[in-house]
């Protein structure tokens, strides 16, 4: 009497395990660019809800200081005295101290520590042979809240004085690059000159956070993530680069600040 085989339990072939391996790969090469893909486009959505939050403390803090925009000073400035203090550079101890920011001017506006970092800014702090994160990545446009004059640019010290540009052009917070941000003004060329196209440099770097895009909050308190045009502006790595020819140069001056009203338009 034959017996008879049942191949019903029969396991896999080396062949359909090599198939089944092929095919989870090519489902995991397709899926996980666009898991990445979420992951970014959910930091650039809370970069700019933060951003949002900046633009929001702004006109609260100029309602309860008779239309003053913060005070905002360059290099190493007591606390007080400027919008925020602090000296973020990599090797700085200020770079990991949150208590710079409690003791901001804006701090009773943004009282949440975790808004004055962009969450898709990877850079970390260098202290006794450890890595830490960087408290803050957000800086003021160099001319706001500015103490002194620039013969070339308007500074703008009250809110109604944002006129030119417009309140929904001025840009007043950004998101800056690890490699130049160090105290709470981020610097856009005072030199500009729109005729000198070949002249054109950078000076603080603005983030590249979420791409080549950079979360900003502007003077009538929107927010935004705005797409740079040329690759140059993202991939630069230090300051005072030289970037003719680039009209990223042409927006960030348009849109941090205008010439004063008596010397024309650019």
Not at 96 to 109: A, C, E, G, I, V
Not at 115 to 143: A, F, T
């Amino acid at each position: 009497m034959s017996r008879k085989i049942d191949h019903s339990s029969r396991g896999f072939t080396l062949v359909e395990l090599l198939l089944v391996v092929t095919i989870l790969a090519v489902l995991a090469g397709l899926i996980l660019p666009v898991v990445a893909g979420l992951r970014t486009k959910a930091k650039a959505v809370q970069c700019r809800t933060s951003m949002k939050q900046f633009g929001a403390a702004l006109m609260m803090y100029a309602e309860d200081s008779v239309d003053y925009i913060p005070p905002n000073r360059t290099g190493i400035v007591p606390i007080g005295q400027t919008w925020v203090s602090g000296w973020v550079t990599p090797r700085s101890p200020d770079a990991t101290n949150r208590m710079f920011l409690r003791k901001s001017l804006l701090w009773d506006y943004v009282k949440e520590e975790d808004l004055w970092h962009c969450p898709g800014d990877p850079s970390k702090v260098q202290l006794g042979g450890s890595e830490y994160d960087r408290v803050r990545s957000i800086s003021m446009n160099y001319y706001m809240g500015a103490n002194w004059r620039i013969a070339t640019r308007q500074t703008y010290h009250k809110m109604s004085e944002i006129i030119r540009p417009s309140p929904s052009d001025a840009f007043v917070f950004t998101d800056e690059r690890p490699e130049t941000i160090n105290d709470g003004a981020f610097v856009v060329d005072p030199a500009f000159n729109v005729n000198h196209q070949a002249d054109w440099r950078v000076i603080d770097l603005p983030g590249n956070f979420h791409g080549a895009s950079t979360g900003m909050a502007f003077a009538d308190g929107h927010s935004e993530i705005h797409l740079w045009e040329d690759q140059r502006t993202a991939a630069a790595s230090y300051p005072y680069q030289s970037m003719g020819f680039n009209k990223d140069m042409q927006w960030l001056d348009v849109h941090s600040s205008a010439p004063p009203a008596d010397s024309g338009s650019r």
